[in-house]
């Protein structure tokens, strides 16, 4: 069993920026491949990063392309997502998901551990 704990939510306006961390526990982290979804308010939830294994590989959804950084450090078994210049439509519940391979999935299905999920507020 792997559990993730995902922290750095909040409130920010339009334009701004914030930092989610997610931490793995409970197995070898360099054994997962990682990635953030988000679900908004009555929305399905969505991808929006994913990352390999030894971080050499990263893929984003379009909507937040150019703005997001999805980055992970193996040594603090952590994975982060830098938001830049938000948007009132990045407003979501941010879940941080990982799965036992060394490909990456832009398919919410295709992972195994899931974090509580932390909220993430745009106002414009």
């Known amino acids: 069993q792997v559990q993730l704990a995902e922290s750095g939510g909040g409130s920010v306006q339009s334009g701004g920026s914030l930092s989610l961390s997610c931490v793995a526990s409970g197995r070898t982290f360099t054994n997962y491949a990682m990635a953030w979804f988000r679900q908004g308010p009555g929305k399905e939830r969505e991808f929006v990063a994913t990352?390999?294994?030894?971080?050499?590989?990263?893929y984003y959804a379009d909507s937040v392309k150019g703005r997001f950084t999805i980055s992970r450090d193996n040594a603090k078994n952590t994975v982060y997502l830098q938001m830049n210049k938000l948007k009132p439509e990045d407003t979501a519940v941010y879940y941080c998901?990982?799965?036992?391979?060394?490909?990456?999935?832009?398919?919410?299905?295709?992972?195994?551990?899931w974090g509580q999920g932390t909220q993430v507020t745009v106002s414009s």
């Open positions: 998901a990982g799965r036992s391979s060394m490909r990456t999935s832009l398919t919410q299905g295709n992972y195994d551990y």
């Open positions: 990352i390999s294994r030894g971080g050499g590989n990263t």
